[in-house]
């Protein structure tokens, strides 16, 4: 497994925008497919958004496609989710996950039992 330590997160007015960063503790970072979800209050862990290793395959939830943009430094260990027109819906912890066994895939990998490594989260509140 690999540690994973999530930053960025913060209050922010409706139609802003935050960066998420997740670091990973590993070199070998770049064998991993990287995630986001997110976990709004008494609801379940949803999936947000996955690349895959190499940065070149991305996927996203439908709630955020257009406004969310994932992507991964691999000479820093760091996934980024950078987020605009941000919405009071998208309230709610963000979580990075990673997911060794299927390092190239985006799409059809979104389920939290796909992913083995989990950052600790961090707070992401949109006012209205």
């Known amino acids: 497994q690999v540690q994973l330590v999530e930053s960025g997160g913060g209050l922010v007015q409706a139609g802003g925008s935050l960066r998420l960063s997740c670091a990973a503790s590993?070199?070998?970072?770049?064998?991993?497919?990287m995630g986001w979800f997110r976990q709004a209050p008494g609801k379940e862990r949803e999936f947000v958004s996955r690349?895959?290793?190499?940065?070149?395959?991305?996927y996203y939830a439908d709630s955020v496609k257009g406004r969310f943009t994932i992507s991964r430094d691999n000479a820093k260990n760091t996934v980024y989710l950078q987020m605009n027109s941000l919405k009071p819906e998208d309230t709610a912890v963000y979580y990075c996950?990673?997911?060794?066994?299927?390092?190239?895939?985006?799409?059809?990998?979104?389920?939290?039992?796909?992913?083995?490594?989990w950052g600790q989260g961090t707070q992401v509140t949109v006012s209205s």
């Open positions: 996950a990673a997911d060794p066994l299927s390092p190239r895939v985006a799409a059809g990998k979104t389920r939290i039992s796909d992913f083995n490594s």
């Open positions: 590993r070199r070998t970072f770049v064998e991993y497919a």
């Open positions: 690349i895959s290793w190499s940065g070149s395959s991305t």
